[in-house]
């Protein structure tokens, strides 16, 4: 019986597997619709902003999304992530930021530098994932 | 005076022993695999990384009884005259120390998780050109973690009620109910790919209701044992049939007329005192040389047996 019952669960588990991950708050799916929310910390470095926009830029048309800026201090923004009111944060983070507990990381696009998303956003991160994976020199 | 015989396992039981001995060798080496593959996938999955923690401690029986295995069979001296039999009690304790403690603390560690809302974020991994998300590395490792851990445990089982091992029994019965932590952990996991953030820490939670509860059985059983309980059985936890079996032996004795027994779990082995009150007066020394030889060689497990001759009166007061 209990093998019987393994035996189903992993099934359906396999069956559905092509779609896992889902995010926690449909993130992914949504910016079909209505835009990905992604901020940009202010920086007197504006070839660094340029350069992450572009990146993000080429994400949205890639995977056919909207997107939709906003500009403030890295505080303002973790705040505004935190808040569900942003979905990505881009800012020249590193994996060892101090927002690391606060946020989900991607892995970095040019072996150092991540961007932040929200907690939870599982499919949104194994998107912008594959996509840092297309762009690899 | 007469110091405590040397304790030896009885012939056919010294193969089953180090066949035991092996098996451990085995579950250490393969818990320590799994407590690093377990690591390297963890992640920020609270079910992950309570059952890795379950993993790490489940390594303590094992290793527990490797020790105690080495120094049971010390000799009783003139600084420890009983002998070190209690040694597999005191590494029983110990371990469930350990269990329940850390069983209290995941439990409190994911209720904060699950309070606090912590949506678990996992990211993916590229092998050989293909993107796996870890989520799914996660549920391999803890596969890896369950199966072959219920196999040892099977394996362990018969040989630990052959050996009437305390600690060995745990384990055995630990790692036969392992499939069901790394079940629960794969169900968290899963829960986590369909989109349901509080399946992780719930998962998380249910593992360490079942640390505590294997913590608190073995500390109550250990405490027990310490506490010089009367030998129970190990799984029926009802009085031990050996030493039901002593007593039909006494009854039998029609030099008694009267008898009062108690015996207590050292280790492995079984120590007690008889007091008895004799029909006759003569020839109670051959009768009691006798009867304490019959006793002991009724069954390996019991080490040691005093056999004293009291009136009533002090009979009333043994017991």
Same mark, same amino acid.
């Given at each position: ?8 669960? #992993? ?16 993130? #992914? ?13 202010? %920086? %007197? ?93 | ?5 040397? *304790? ?23 818990? /320590? ?29 094992? +290793?527990? *009884? ?22 597999? =009690? ?11 403690? $850390? ?7 994911? &209720?904060? !998780? ?23 590395? $996660? ?5 890896? =973690? ?10 362990? $089982? ?23 932590? &790394? ?8 829960? /986590? ?30 405490? !027990? ?17 050996? /030493? ?16 009062? $027994? ?7 082995? *079984? ?23 019959? +006793?002991?060689? &009724? ?21």
């Amino acid at each position: 019986m209990k093998r019987k019952l393994f035996f189903i669960f #992993f099934t359906c588990i396999f069956l559905v597997s092509c779609d896992i991950p889902y995010d926690s708050g449909e993130t #992914f799916k949504k910016s079909h619709v209505s835009p990905l929310r992604v901020g940009l910390v202010k %920086s %007197s470095d504006t070839s660094q902003i340029t350069f992450e926009k572009q990146l993000m830029n080429q994400f949205i048309q890639q995977k056919k999304l909207k997107v939709q800026y906003k500009e403030g201090t890295e505080s303002r923004l973790m705040h505004l992530l935190e808040s569900d009111s942003l979905d990505v944060v881009m800012g020249r983070f590193t994996k060892k930021t101090i927002w690391k507990k606060k946020a989900g990381l991607t892995a970095p696009y040019d072996k150092k530098h991540v961007w932040l998303i929200k907690k939870g956003e599982n499919r949104l991160l194994f998107e912008i994932e594959n996509y840092f994976h297309t762009i690899k020199p | 005076m007469r110091k405590y015989k040397e *304790f030896e396992l009885p012939p056919d039981l010294v193969p089953t022993m180090k066949k035991v001995r092996k098996l451990e060798i085995i579950t250490i080496a393969y818990l /320590l695999s799994v407590v690093v593959v377990m690591y390297l996938v963890m992640g920020s999955s609270q079910a992950m990384k309570t059952a890795w923690l379950e993993d790490a401690l489940s390594l303590l029986p094992a +290793i527990a *009884f490797l020790i105690a295995s080495r120094f049971y069979e010390k000799s009783a001296n003139s600084k420890f005259p009983y002998g070190y039999h209690r040694v597999f =009690s005191i590494a029983f304790l110990a371990g469930s120390v350990a269990l329940f403690g $850390m069983g209290m603390y995941l439990a409190v560690d994911s &209720s904060i !998780s699950l309070i606090k809302m912590e949506h678990p974020t996992i990211g993916s991994i590229y092998i050989f050109g293909h993107q796996i998300w870890m989520g799914w590395l $996660m549920i391999a490792a803890l596969i890896y =973690s369950g199966a072959p851990a219920v196999w040892l445990g099977y394996k362990k $089982m018969p040989l630990a009620k052959k050996l009437h091992n305390k600690i060995l029994f745990t384990d055995a019965a630990t790692q036969k109910a392992d499939y069901m932590t &790394s079940f629960a952990a794969v169900i968290g996991v899963v829960g /986590l790919g369909f989109g349901l953030w509080w399946a992780d820490s719930a998962a998380a939670l249910f593992i360490s209701f079942s640390v505590i509860k294997d913590g608190f059985n073995n500390l109550k059983n250990s405490v !027990s044992d310490l506490m010089d309980r009367y030998p129970m059985d190990l799984k029926s936890k009802k009085p031990n049939d050996i /030493l039901t079996d002593v007593n039909q032996i006494v009854e039998n004795w029609d030099w008694v007329q009267d008898y009062h $027994m108690r015996f207590r779990e050292e280790g492995q082995v *079984f120590i007690g005192e008889i007091l008895i009150i004799p029909t006759e007066e003569t020839g109670i020394i051959e009768h009691i040389i006798k009867g304490r030889q019959e +006793i002991l060689a &009724s069954h390996w497990k019991i080490h040691e047996v005093t056999i004293t001759v009291g009136t009533y009166w002090e009979n009333e007061e043994f017991q």
